[in-house]
């Protein structure tokens, strides 16, 4: 039991190594190839050189042959056929000197293309793993709404806590009920925030000190973001940064957001938001009431989206 336990972990270790093993194999059977050919050419030379004597001499005749005074007949077709002939007989001598670089040289690019076709795979494999997470997740988020409502869902997911605060009138004497909304997290703690989130400030060309202008322009870029995604049903993050001033990144043209025309979108919330709704953070909140001008956005992408680009 043991022996085959350890050689099914060395089976799974294998399959799981191959692609690397091949990329390996690929490089090792390329550098054999340029050096089997740089080799081999020394040996062609020789080939090469009787093979220009051997056409300079078939030229030569036939040129000699279309003087009037000539004595020997050498036609164009024959002459054709004879270069023909000449070259066939090189190239195939030369064939069996570079067969070992050449059949090297095919092993390599077929270990490339499989170990390309693996890992494609591979990623594949993944990204619909990560699909259907996703699509998980935003199901769990309906029903804890549908069960128990948004509060508790802001509660669960962001650390918002819906409070019952009483006090006294002070003009009745009455009772007064009030519920607010209180974030539990710290958050000038960076872990709070995405990856993905940008400081909007006056390292970005649109800025000016005026927060009212600022918040202006965000909230018609966010309209401008969420019509460009309706209408051809996917948006990049790197789009959304272009369109603000940000620097591109790697991850930005990998994430983004999907459209879903019935409204039904198992990947995400069907809307691009730049966070300004966030009003439990207190920069945002701070923004939007005008007593700073600067902002961290953070963008709500659906994660993935190559695999499930429409086609």
């Not at 069996?96 to 059949?103: F, L, T």
């Not at 979108?265 to 809307?271: F, K, L, S, T, V």
Request: proline share 4%; with cysteine.
């Amino acid at each position: 039991m043991g022996i085959k336990s350890a050689f099914n972990r060395l089976k799974f270790n294998l399959k799981q190594a191959t692609p690397d093993i091949l990329v390996a194999a690929g490089v090792a059977a390329s550098v054999a190839a340029a050096v089997g050919f740089c080799r081999q050419s020394r040996k062609a030379i020789p080939f090469i050189d009787k093979y220009r004597e051997n056409i300079e001499k078939i030229r030569c005749a036939h040129e000699d042959a279309k003087d009037p005074d000539s004595a020997v007949s050498y036609d164009d077709k024959t002459y054709r056929k004879d270069v023909i002939e000449e070259t066939v007989k090189t190239a195939g001598k030369l064939g069996s000197i570079y067969i070992v670089p050449i059949a090297l040289e095919a092993v390599s690019i077929g270990c490339f293309i499989g170990s390309h076709g693996m890992m494609k795979e591979n990623n594949a494999a993944i990204a619909a793993a990560y699909a259907g997470i996703a699509g998980e997740l935003k199901g769990l988020h309906d029903r804890i709404i549908e069960r128990y409502g948004e509060a508790v869902d802001a509660e669960l997911t962001h650390g918002i806590e819906v409070v019952e605060e009483k006090s006294i009138d002070p003009d009745t004497g009455s009772e007064i009920t009030e519920y607010k909304a209180v974030s539990k997290r710290d958050w000038n703690d960076p872990n709070y925030y995405s990856p993905y989130a940008r400081y909007y400030d006056e390292t970005v060309s649109r800025w000016t000190d005026m927060p009212e202008h600022n918040h202006t322009w965000l909230v018609e870029l966010e309209h401008l973001a969420n019509v460009r995604l309706q209408r051809q049903g996917y948006l990049f993050l790197n789009d959304v940064y272009d369109m603000i001033g940000f620097e591109r990144s790697e991850a930005g043209q990998v994430v983004g957001w999907t459209y879903s025309r019935s409204g039904n979108n198992p990947y995400g919330d069907n809307r691009v938001s730049f966070g300004l709704d966030r009003v439990d953070r207190p920069g945002v909140r701070d923004f939007i009431n005008e007593r700073t001008p600067y902002v961290l956005l953070d963008f709500n992408v659906d994660g993935k989206i190559l695999n499930v680009l429409p086609r």
